[in-house]
């Protein structure tokens, strides 16, 4: 399966080539690349399958340009804040990479906003477009650990609509975010229309009974789904 990816402008190659998207599992955070799967016979992170998944599978977009961010008291008590991309003077002014959701807008979500009530999204200089069929969803990668920024999760049908800018809350009141630095990790989710429907209730004898059977497997042999060797036993 292939994710096409180009610039939106002949200008924008370079970016490209510079800070091009990374498949996830070639990304991968250094604490978890230097974490032991066992320490003092107790299974780490590690070895979680949940986070060895949500970190290997999708793509990372990373930063195509230094980012800078701002606070300062002015001698009038107010607060000014300001930002800037070092690509801004480049390619586009400032206004084009970075601009706002104004408060308006962000209303009753409880995200950290800037003095002005707004918060900042930074446009993304290439299109993404993923198989008929496919969608992306845009996440933070909260694995790295950051706390300058967050970005917010998304859902966009990119095979009709590739474009996107990626809205963030500002964590700190000053920071610098190099270039190449992960910004957005991006899962492909498939497009349907079946329509969702929860089956919630007691559960069965025979339910129950695999469930226990699978959760003592699980303890007793320190697998999971996985890494065990041979299928669970069911009644």
């Known amino acids: 399966m ?7 402008h002949p200008n924008f190659e370079n970016l ?15 604490w978890y690349k230097n974490m032991p799967l066992q320490n003092k016979n107790i299974s780490t992170a590690k070895k979680c399958p949940a986070i ?17 961010f701002e606070t300062k008291k002015l001698d009038d008590n107010s607060t000014e ?15 084009y990479w970075i601009q706002q959701h ?8 409880k995200i950290k906003q800037l003095v002005n009530g707004s ?11 993923p198989p008929e069929g496919y969608g992306l969803m845009y ?29 963030f809350e500002i964590l700190k009141d000053n920071f610098e975010i190099k270039a190449g ?9 498939k497009l349907n229309n079946v329509k969702l429907e929860l089956d919630v209730g007691p559960g069965t004898e025979t339910e129950y009974k695999n469930a226990a059977l699978i959760y003592e497997q699980d303890i007793l042999e320190n697998t999971n789904y996985k890494t065990r060797k041979k299928p669970y036993i069911e009644y």
């Open 2 to 8: 292939k994710v096409r990816i180009y610039p939106n």
């Open 16 to 30: 490209l080539k510079l800070y091009p998207p990374v498949l996830a599992n070639k990304l991968l955070p250094e």
């Open 52 to 68: 060895q998944d949500v970190l290997s599978e999708g793509f990372i977009i990373p930063l195509w340009g230094n980012l800078y």
């Open 81 to 95: 804040q300001s930002w800037f991309i070092q690509n801004a003077n480049i390619y586009k002014d400032l206004e």
């Open 102 to 109: 104004k408060q308006e807008q962000i209303e009753g979500m």
């Open 119 to 129: 918060i900042l999204k930074i446009k993304y200089p290439f299109r993404i477009v």
């Open 139 to 167: 996440h933070d990668p909260f694995y790295q650990f950051r706390n300058d920024i967050r970005c917010l999760t998304g859902l966009v049908k990119s095979d009709q609509w590739g474009f996107i800018t990626f809205p």
């Open 181 to 189: 630095t992960p910004l957005v990790h991006v899962y492909l989710y």
